[in-house]
């Protein structure tokens, strides 16, 4: 791979649509596709956390490729979740999507027995000597093993197809130092943080995009953030940047996830259906509550119409959490003369 291939922009986790009987609604979800890449995402993700690839067989994983790859037709790459539970399953899903002209897949580190940074690093060693396609490690320490800053600089240092690393905790000072530990030696070398709440100081400290779950549901207004942020045109950056945070801390916080993101998406006219996850009674008068709620977010961006009965005067954003961070990125980069 070369700086010119390098994985770059918002690759979009994408809600797999499911008809009335929980099966998978190929013809919404080939017109998700498009309504995607219409609204300007840089590449797709499916297969992903959004995607609830632990809710569907590995036939339909392999299923839910295959549908995206043909209707895709190369306009954008793909970023394929190859999260399996064990290294010879994730090498047969590697081939598939392979030959199904994926650019990449994703592959979570070991989930359900917590590997030691020993164990982490020999599992995506063994992939990353058999597999034909590019890997990008995918750490989510809050479900899965956690790839330490070490391990990534070794991967990175002995496997040319390990190529990029998908980080979801959010961690910014983590990201700082795994893109310090692996950049001098492995320059194409790509960095995508799966935290929306963060995107914009994380493009700040050199990430090349996200996988934002939001990007889903809004995928005009991740894709400005992206070209704002990389444009310098900060104030404006920062202003977009509350206002997704706002959308994302309530499809987030106040439902199952990945619901909250089902439940905005239904709003903006792409047939979900129901979630495979059973919901309780009151579970789903939440889930109704929260869709009021996201409308009238919605509704601010011109996404949606306001719900009968009107918004609530809403109190402004606080900045100063984002403020803060991003100070404190600036900061650093002038203190490294980056800036």
């Known amino acids: 791979m070369t700086d010119s291939t390098r994985l770059r922009g918002i690759f979009t986790p994408n809600i797999v649509p499911l008809d009335s009987r929980g099966e998978i609604h190929e013809a919404e979800l080939r017109r998700y596709v498009d309504w995607l890449i219409e609204r300007g995402v840089h590449g797709l993700y499916p297969n992903g956390s959004t995607g609830e690839f632990t809710r569907f067989t590995a036939e339909e994983r392999v299923r839910i490729i295959e549908i995206i790859a043909d209707h895709n037709g190369g306009r954008v790459p793909i970023l394929a979740g190859a999260a399996e539970a064990n290294v010879r399953e994730t090498l047969r899903a590697c081939q598939r999507y392979y030959e199904l002209g994926c650019r990449a897949v994703a592959i979570v580190s070991p989930f359900y027995y917590k590997l030691s940074p020993a164990g982490v690093y020999a599992y995506f060693k063994e992939i990353a000597k058999n597999t034909p396609i590019d890997v990008t490690l995918y750490n989510i320490p809050m479900f899965a093993s956690p790839i330490d800053v070490p391990t990534v600089r070794k991967l990175a240092e002995e496997c040319p197809r390990v190529v990029a690393i998908k980080d979801s905790s959010g961690d910014l000072p983590h990201m700082m130092r795994m893109i310090d530990a692996v950049r001098p030696i492995r320059p194409e070398f790509a960095f995508l943080t799966g935290w929306d709440a963060a995107l914009m100081p994380m493009l700040l400290i050199g990430c090349d995009g996200g996988t934002n779950a939001t990007s889903g549901v809004v995928p005009e207004i991740t894709r400005k953030l992206y070209d704002l942020t990389l444009g310098g045109r900060l104030d404006e950056a920062r202003s977009l940047q509350y206002r997704l945070l706002r959308l994302f801390d309530a499809m987030i916080l106040h439902s199952e996830f990945p619901e909250g993101f089902r439940a905005a998406l239904r709003l903006r006219g792409i047939e979900t ?67």
């Open 273 to 339: 259906g129901k979630g495979r996850q059973p919901q309780s009674p009151g579970q789903q008068l939440q889930l109704d509550k929260l869709s009021t709620e996201l409308q009238c977010l919605l509704a601010a961006e011109g996404f949606t119409d306001e719900p009968v009965g009107g918004c609530p005067v809403g109190e402004s954003v606080d900045p100063e959490q984002i403020a803060r961070i991003v100070q404190g990125v600036v900061g650093e980069l002038k203190r490294r003369g980056m800036a």
